[in-house]
């Protein structure tokens, strides 16, 4: 029962109006505390609530979970309990904060070990990423990149509407929100060029996507079908896939993009179940060509979730250039994990799954400096008058995420990134 869930709940603790965190989302993560303690935790409005210390104090004792299992530094084996522990803790947390549980309420020194304030914290990493999958599942955005590089006639690869489009990425380069990234080194081949030269990416672009998690899912060579995948993808989280459109360019044939795409990937630090998503299905774009049998989905399993992207300067000025939805995309979570297993891959907790650039159908809408620039040929002017083609040194990224029905609000915080400029190769 997802009673957690129930839009007239209300919390004694206060949540400002629009928080993307009501007592109906109760995300998780991992944070360091004032003390340097590093704890499980989730947050309601601007408190965080440290769940290791909440479970020694006994709160928790209903529920069949080991003494350690908030008291680590990544969620791993907590997303490895399964869906049953995620409802039930979701449901306890859920319990104990609405406005006439007195239970913490009425406790002040055991309120002064478990809250704290945002600015109290640093967020981690959430879990430990022992692989990560990009797949490429936006018609629109796939559409788009085809018109520019290939026969505008026929802009879509005959594989696309029959599969999820995948490749493996790198886990090691995956970092949260506020970590900084240095623009990229590679080789590019200069317009006219013959040979290749090296030096810092010029052309540094985000990527507009999200991306969920998973529990152990399945034996080595047993495929998880589309009709059970959901039981195995513990929540979501913004991401922004990072690329380096001239470095790609050169080096993708004929194995995909390696440098262009490894040296970061940023997340939102906080993970949102798909359990605090539930309302907020729809229905995902109709498919045609019907897929292939083990694709075939029945109900909704696409999600209703507002997306932006804002480019921050450095003095301040703050730029909309990207308005989109997550229900535009074609391919849906349930079957990149059925196509991502049908060869019997094993799929293993925290693992995690991009779901590629998201892009709408209206050009406010696409998930790229790429697209949006149309490959370089437009210029997007920003508030303060400067023009980006693409993403300048000193630029920070910010993405935002949220659902909105009802009078609840469920949202995923953000991603922040700046751009650095490259490492001095010569020092």
């Not at 009425?106 to 022992?130: A, R, S, T, W, Y």
């Not at 045609?288 to 804002?310: A, R, T």
């Not at 590629?356 to 997007?380: A, F, H, N, R, V």
Request: proline content about 6%; aromatic content about 10%; overall charge negative.
């Amino acid at each position: 029962m997802l009673k957690a869930n129930d839009p007239s709940l209300s919390s004694w603790l206060a949540v400002p109006e629009n928080s993307d965190f009501p007592i109906q989302n109760i995300p998780f993560g991992v944070f360091l505390t004032r003390d340097d303690i590093i704890t499980i935790g989730t947050r309601i409005g601007d408190h965080a609530i440290d769940l290791g210390a909440l479970h020694q104090l006994g709160y928790f004792k209903e529920i069949p979970l080991t003494d350690d299992i908030f008291l680590q530094d990544t969620l791993n084996d907590f997303i490895s309990d399964g869906k049953k522990t995620w409802r039930l803790v979701r449901n306890r947390i859920s319990e104990l904060f609405e406005k006439n549980n007195q239970e913490l309420q009425k406790n002040k020194d055991h309120q002064k070990i478990v809250l704290f304030e945002m600015d109290e914290i640093e967020m981690k990493l959430p879990v430990q990423i022992g692989d990560y999958t990009d797949f490429y599942s936006s018609k629109e955005h796939a559409t788009n990149v085809g018109k520019m590089f290939r026969d505008p006639e026929n802009a879509l690869l005959p594989n696309w509407l029959h599969l999820p489009v995948g490749y493996h990425g790198r886990s090691s380069s995956i970092i949260p929100s506020g970590t900084p990234v240095r623009r990229p080194y590679g080789q590019t081949l200069p317009k006219g060029a013959e040979k290749p030269v090296f030096g810092p990416s010029r052309l540094v672009d985000f990527e507009l996507e999200m991306a969920f998690i998973t529990t152990d899912a399945n034996a080595l060579g047993e495929p998880i079908s589309v009709d059970e995948a959901e039981d195995y993808i513990f929540g979501m989280v913004l991401f922004n896939d990072w690329s380096a459109r001239d470095l790609q360019k050169w080096e993708y044939v004929p194995l995909g993009p390696f440098l262009a795409k490894s040296f970061a990937s940023s997340i939102s630090p906080w993970i949102v179940t798909l359990d605090a998503l539930e309302p907020f299905r729809v229905e995902s774009p109709k498919q045609d060509p019907e897929p292939l049998p083990y694709l075939k989905q029945k109900g909704n399993k696409s999600f209703d979730i507002q997306l932006q992207v804002d480019i921050k300067t450095d003095d301040g000025s703050v730029t909309t250039v990207c308005n989109t939805n997550f229900k535009y995309m074609y391919w849906t979570m349930s079957q990149q994990l059925a196509h991502h297993t049908i060869n019997g891959c094993k799929i293993n907790s925290g693992d995690m799954m991009g779901s590629g650039t998201i892009s709408g159908p209206t050009p406010d809408s696409y998930g790229s400096m790429l697209e949006l620039s149309w490959q370089g040929t437009k210029e997007i002017t920003l508030k303060n008058g400067s023009t980006r083609k693409f993403i300048a040194d000193n630029d920070t990224v910010v993405m935002k995420g949220h659902c909105a029905k009802n009078g609840v609000r469920i949202g995923f915080g953000e991603i922040s990134t700046k751009i650095l400029p490259a490492i001095d190769l010569n020092k």
